[in-house]
């Protein structure tokens, strides 16, 4: 988490120097290098998209997912960072994501109800129909580990 206005104020109070390497940066050898990956923050819709895809099939989604993750380097280079369980303090913060979610499946229901009367009455489909129940679907996705 960071202030705004943090790294400034450091600068100015001549704390921070932006262009100060550590002593022993200089030891690492680049086989030796480490490339960290926030695999939910950077990932998310990669995420989205391999469990959405292969929605019968968690092993599928598993595999596809590992694919796209090994196109970032060797294994022996990635370490991966996945978050944990929530944390205590921001249960709030999850219980009205937990809503939201929930107000987006109804979104969704309620826009493929609405394909469906428009395509029983032989009315037109319009690009806006889909692209609702797609946003819907879209912001109804969670991945847990609950799953």
């Not at 944390?87 to 987006?104: I, S």
């Not at 032989?122 to 109804?140: P, V």
Request: aromatic share 10%; net charge positive; hydrophobic share 35%.
């Amino acid at each position: 988490m960071e202030l705004d206005g943090t790294w400034a104020w450091l600068r100015n109070k001549k704390i921070y120097h932006p262009r100060l390497i550590h002593p022993n940066s200089q030891i690492v050898q680049p086989s030796q290098s480490k490339i960290r990956v926030d695999v939910c923050g950077s990932f998310y819709s990669s995420i989205r998209w391999a469990y959405t895809r292969f929605r019968d099939s968690r092993e599928l989604a598993h595999e596809a997912l590992g694919r796209i993750l090994a196109r970032l380097g060797r294994k022996d280079q990635l370490v991966f960072y996945i978050d944990g369980r929530p944390a205590v303090e921001k249960q709030q913060t999850h219980d009205r994501r937990r809503q939201q979610r929930k107000g987006a499946v109804e979104t969704a229901e309620k826009g493929l109800e609405l394909i469906e009367t428009r395509i029983r009455a032989g009315q037109r489909l319009r690009r806006q129909h889909f692209l609702t129940c797609h946003r819907a679907i879209n912001n109804a996705f969670h991945w847990s580990f609950d799953v």
